[in-house]
């Protein structure tokens, strides 16, 4: 029988990590089924619009050496190429708050059944919260975005609150402005050590990312090797439109997209460590709890 993990208590950096990795060793299958039996539609939709994007790419590239560059510089993003970035942007943005959600919500699940999860539940929660939280993160991507315009360092520090801006809203169910504000109230005197583990888990998730992106990665380097003897200089153009680079690159995608899950399952923990920090909510609860036993 798989050990119950606690999360409402206080971690270190080593700690979640641990717990965050033990959590997916324990739970992998019926966690990652549920998010698919959720959001496989979203996830077609977005490893079709990657796939679209990459065709299109090879058109951009011909426009770009074809196409007289200086007298319409932004010929090269017109009609079909433009629409794909668009409708890549889109439904990566919807899928990534999709599975934020899903995930998030189980480990809810998880943690109100002592390690039981109710599937029916998920879905109910799901659909009451998608859009309201799409929209935060929607906000949130707005004011990171023009406070890394305006100087970086805003963005970045923007980003530490508002990365427990999902969580706040599932498990306290709080709307956006009051989310905002519970964001910083967490943060407040945490957010080095909070950037520190966010930092560190990102690194993490990205080198197990990469390992997804090896076989395209090859399949590359072999195939552009072989165009550089041709005569033709453009002809590695077509190499993006290529149907096995293209079903590779859409693999790595969707290998990147199940590995986000770690990372909402240390944004959680880091979530309950700073509630703990903050308002001992979890050694509060236990102390009831033992009253009512």
């Known amino acids: 029988m798989n050990r119950i993990i606690t999360f409402k208590r206080e971690r270190d950096l080593g700690a979640i990590i641990t717990d965050a990795f033990g959590f997916i060793r324990s739970e992998w299958k019926p966690l990652f089924m549920c998010i698919l039996k959720i959001t496989w539609p979203f996830v077609a939709i977005s490893l079709f619009a990657i796939a679209l994007y990459f065709y299109t790419f090879s058109n951009v590239l011909d426009n ?96 530490v609150p508002f990365s427990l801006g999902i969580t706040i809203m599932v498990f306290e169910e709080k709307n956006i402005g009051e989310t905002i504000s519970h964001c910083f109230i967490l943060v407040k005197d945490h957010w080095f050590e909070t950037f520190g583990v966010l930092l560190v888990v990102s690194i993490l998730v990205g080198i197990l990312g990469y390992v997804f992106n090896i076989p395209s990665l090859i399949y590359s380097i ?59 909510s979890g050694t509060i609860e236990t102390i009831e709890n033992l009253g009512k036993n």
Not at 228 to 247: R, V
């Open 64 to 159: 770009f050496s074809t196409s007289n560059f200086e007298s319409n510089p932004f010929a090269m993003f017109s009609g079909s190429n433009f629409l794909s970035i668009i409708l890549m942007i889109f439904a990566a943005l919807a899928t990534y708050t999709l599975m934020q959600i899903v995930a998030t919500l189980y480990i809810k699940s998880y943690i109100e059944n002592d390690g039981q999860v109710i599937y029916d539940d998920i879905v109910k929660q799901t659909r009451n919260q998608f859009w309201s939280i799409l929209g935060f993160v929607i906000l949130s991507l707005i004011l990171i975005v023009l406070g890394t315009i305006l100087c970086i360092i805003p963005g970045i520090y923007l980003y």
């Open 222 to 280: 072999v195939k552009m090797a072989t165009s550089i003897g041709k005569e033709d200089p453009t002809a590695f153009i077509g190499f993006f439109s290529d149907p096995i680079y293209l079903l590779l690159t859409v693999f790595s995608y969707a290998g990147r997209f199940l590995m986000t899950v770690i990372t909402v399952i240390a944004i959680v923990l880091i979530y309950f460590d700073l509630n703990e920090q903050k308002f001992q």
